[in-house]
Nanobody, 126 residues
Framework: QVQLVESGGGSVQAGGSLRLSCIASGYIYNTYMGWFRQAPGKEREGVAAIYTRNGNTYYVDSVKGRFTISQDNAKRTLYLQMNSLKPEDTAMYYC????????????????????RGQGTQVTVSS
């Protein structure tokens, strides 16, 4: 397992942008890395994931076309570029990593990822 530290959260108005970063303490090649979010009173949900070996990406429907997940293996860093933000994107965002092979929609399930960060808050006002 690796230690993960998120940053980049903040408060923006609807339509604005933020870029989240997640720095890993170790090697992230050949790893599934994902972003999850949890709003008050709601379950944690998968937002986006990337398989660092081949760059395959996965997105939940609600963020497709607005969010982009990317990696920089040399910097051991995962990013989430969030554009056209909406009030419903308000949540605590968490970074996670898993080196096992994941199949199908497993990337959407937080419990499939054994390494998790502490989160960074994103607040979008209307």
């Amino acid at each position: 397992q690796v230690q993960l530290v998120e940053s980049g959260g903040g408060s923006v108005q609807a339509g604005g942008s933020l870029r989240l970063s997640c720095i890993a303490s170790g090697y992230i090649y050949n790893t599934y890395m994902g972003w999850f979010r949890q709003a008050p009173g709601k379950e944690r949900e998968g937002v986006a994931a990337i398989y660092t070996r081949n760059g395959n990406t996965y997105y939940v429907d609600s963020v497709k076309g607005r969010f982009t997940i990317s990696q920089d293996n040399a910097k051991r860093t995962l990013y989430l570029q969030m554009n056209s933000l909406k009030p419903e994107d308000t949540a605590m965002y968490y970074c996670a990593a898993e080196q096992r092979q994941l199949y199908g929609d497993a990337w959407e399930r937080p419990y499939e990822f054994r390494s998790r960060g502490q989160g960074t808050q994103v607040t979008v006002s209307s």
